[in-house]
């Protein structure tokens, strides 16, 4: 899986040719990964933050970030604004090492706590990115496995959140100007029929 991440990543510019051969793959135990503190200045929660907040209030820590708290796909979207003096080796280690967690992001029992993760460079013309450069899209089967997974500073209990993830936002906030979350249900989806399960036009008919 490292090698397609390093392909993935080369996609964007962000390689730097030397050296990219030298960093090492993710650690396969996120169990052995450092716990890092939470960052100083957080801003303060807004309705939805708060709103989260009062719900694990209410049913406790361990039933919010248990695997069957919530059930049906949750998608998790995180948009990177990086530091002017990012290099592009450090860029593409962020997204590397931000792929991985599909693999590194797992409950003490080894239950995977990611659908998939999906990632690309801003590439919209109309001018409303405001100055994000690349975004993810993580997929999750529960509310349950998204609450254990994004952490702090939502959940702090030990234990009951995810240390590879937490890792890695620790390594990561030293090459980021910036960073955008949002959250959503997939409560509905549409889609235009199939060209094989569309209904037969009339083309040609005359009354």
Do not use: C
Request: aromatic share 10%; proline share 9%; charged share 20%.
């Amino acid at each position: 899986m490292t090698d397609r991440i390093w392909t993935a990543a080369a996609g964007f510019g962000f390689l730097a040719a030397a050296g990219a051969a030298t960093v090492a793959p993710a650690l396969a135990d996120p169990y052995s990964l450092p716990i890092a503190s939470s960052p100083p200045g957080v801003a303060p929660p807004d309705a939805a933050a708060v709103a989260v907040q009062q719900v694990m209030a209410q049913v406790g820590a361990a039933t919010f970030t248990a695997p069957d708290f919530r059930p049906g796909l949750v998608r998790h979207v995180v948009l990177f604004r990086f530091l002017k003096s990012a290099t592009p080796f450090q860029r593409a280690e962020v997204v590397r090492r931000f792929l991985e967690l599909a693999v590194d992001s797992r409950r003490p029992d080894g239950q995977p706590l990611v659908v998939s993760i999906e990632t690309g460079a801003q590439d919209s013309g109309e001018g409303q990115d405001e100055g994000y450069e690349i975004g993810f899209l993580v997929t999750f089967r529960s509310e349950g496995d998204r609450n254990y997974y994004v952490g702090r500073p939502v959940v702090n209990q030990p234990g009951l959140f995810d240390p590879a993830h937490d890792a890695f936002k620790a390594f990561a906030a030293p090459y980021l100007a910036g960073t955008m979350v949002f959250d959503y249900r997939v409560a509905a989806e549409v889609a235009p029929p199939s060209a094989a399960g569309a209904p037969k036009g009339k083309a040609g008919h005359r009354k």
